[in-house]
C-alpha cells in the first residue's frame, strides 16, 4: 500500500508539474512576443529618427539657399540704389536713355525674380537629381 501510495503521489506531482511548464512555456511565449514588439518599435523609431533628420538636412540646405539669394537680392538693391534708378529718380533719364533704362529694369526685375525663394523652390541637391535624371532620359 505505501508503494501505491508512493507512486500515485509521484504521477499526481508530475501531472501537477506538466501544467507548470505549460504556463512557463506560455510565459516564454509572450515573453518572445513582448521582445518582438518592442524590437519592432525601435526599429520604427529608427526609421522615424533617419527620416527626420534627411528632412533637417532638406530644410538646412533651403536655409543656406536663402541666405544665398537673400545676399543676391541685396546686391541688386544696392546696385539699383547706386545707379539712381528709384521711381523717383527715373524722369530725368527718360528722356535721354529710356530703351536703355526699359532694359536695366527689366534685367534687375528678371534677377530678382531668379534669386527669389518660392514655398515651391527645391533644395539645391533636390534640383540637381531632378536635372540629373531628365538629361538621362534626354539622352
Sequence with gaps: MKKLFLTMSMVAASLVAMPSHEASAQQGQSVQKQLERQ????ENARLEVERLRKELLLRDELIDLGIERNAELYAIVVEIIEKGLSKKSLEPFLQ???VEIENLKQDYEDRARAARIYE???PPSVQ?????ALQETKD
Design 39 to 42: 524590437q519592432q518599435i525601435a
Design 128 to 132: 540637381e537629381k531632378m536635372e540629373e
Design 96 to 98: 535721354l536713355k529710356r
Design 120 to 122: 515651391s523652390t527645391l
